[in-house]
């Protein structure tokens, strides 16, 4: 069972595309029991969509967006 720290990390990791079908299963499971954590997934959706939709991701260098993927990864 996954504790809520866990289930964040997974559902910033699920917006990337990078989850398993096991990952998602357990994050899902987790979200059934926790309205937090199933609130913070929601939110994560909407802002990754909103980075998509403007310019700011197309102007960040290469190289930032890598920095910043492996920050979050290290986390």
């Known amino acids: 069972m996954l504790n809520c720290k866990e289930a964040t990390m997974l559902a910033s990791k699920k917006q990337e595309g990078k989850i398993t079908l096991m990952e998602r299963l357990k994050l899902a499971f987790h979200n059934v029991m926790c309205v937090y954590c199933k609130r913070f997934e929601q939110q994560a959706k909407i802002i990754a969509r909103r980075v998509k939709q403007t310019s ?11 920095t910043v ?3 979050i990864k290290s986390l």
């Open 69 to 71: 993927k492996n920050a």
């Open 56 to 66: 700011v991701d197309r102007r960040m260098p290469d190289e930032a967006k890598k």
